[in-house]
């Protein structure tokens, strides 16, 4: 791809484009890492538990929902929105230290699916709607 070329990240980074919601568990098995740059107040996103769900370490902004996600050196690195600089960091980071990234992307996971599985997330809005009817 022409951009790899040009900004020498060749054999570095992939730009992908849309992928087709079915193939997207095969993408993010064939990475290590998850970039989560997101600078918008969103509610918690979906990728970001697919990532984790799928064993990839994240790198990402607290922003909107992820604040209750992502816990920096816990199950993430985070970074301030809009630091481009941090963001590096934390990529040099993992990349300097493999073991890390690996301790990360297990407690990720194990978050993931303890915290938000469907069953777990439908039992606590039935709790939530029957407080409110009392």
């Known amino acids: 791809d022409r951009r790899d070329q040009a900004l020498g990240l060749q054999g570095h980074v992939a730009f992908r484009g849309r992928v087709p919601r ?10 290590d890492v998850f ?3 997101s600078v918008y107040e969103e509610p ?7 990532a984790m769900a799928g064993g990839l370490a994240v790198v990402g902004t607290p922003v909107g929902g992820q604040v209750e996600m992502l ?6 690195l ?10 590096a960091g ?7 230290d493999p073991a890390l990234c690996t301790q990360l992307a297990a407690a990720g996971q194990r978050m993931v699916l303890e915290r938000f599985t469907l069953n777990r997330m439908v039992d606590e809005m ?3 709607l029957e407080e409110i009817v009392r």
């Open 126 to 128: 039935e709790a939530w």
């Open 44 to 50: 918690i996103a979906r990728s970001v538990m697919e």
């Open 22 to 31: 079915s193939e997207v568990p095969g993408v993010l098995a064939g990475h």
């Open 90 to 96: 934390c990529i040099a980071t993992l990349k300097q």
């Open 78 to 87: 985070v970074y301030p929105p809009d630091d481009a600089g941090k963001l």
């Open 71 to 76: 816990t920096h050196n816990v199950n993430a």
């Open 35 to 37: 970039l989560f740059t």
